[in-house]
């Protein structure tokens, strides 16, 4: 599976953002995607998810401000990222993951950065 993520941008608090994530290659073996980010000097965290069924999981800290959904028909995964704060800034990550959300396949990082 290949994946290329792109979308990411400056923008300042308070301001949206819609990442894509293009999916190639064996896309029948994905079940699970999702979309991870890892701040400078952080782990790399999961922030949302979804199945191939369309059943949804976001971290806490994103809970009604991010919505991740899935267009079958474009092989292609979206976050919409509304409601931006500082701490959102972070290298953004595509994945396809197991049914634990442990990502097997990763496209590059697009950078998200929000200034105060």
């Known amino acids: 599976v290949q994946l290329q993520a792109s979308g990411g941008g400056s923008v300042q608090a308070g301001g949206s953002l819609r990442l894509s994530c293009v999916a190639s290659?064996?896309?029948?073996?994905?079940?699970?995607m999702g979309w991870y980010r890892q701040a400078p000097g952080k782990q790399r965290d999961m922030v949302a998810g979804i199945t191939s069924g369309g059943s949804t999981t976001y971290a806490d800290s994103v809970k009604g401000r991010f919505t991740i959904s899935l267009d079958n028909a474009k092989n292609t995964v979206y976050l919409q990222m509304n409601s931006l704060k500082p701490e959102d800034t972070a290298v953004y990550f595509c994945a396809a993951t197991d049914t634990a959300w442990v990502g097997r396949s990763w496209g590059q990082g697009t950078q998200v950065t929000v200034s105060s």
């Open positions: 290659g064996m896309i029948f073996s994905i079940n699970h």
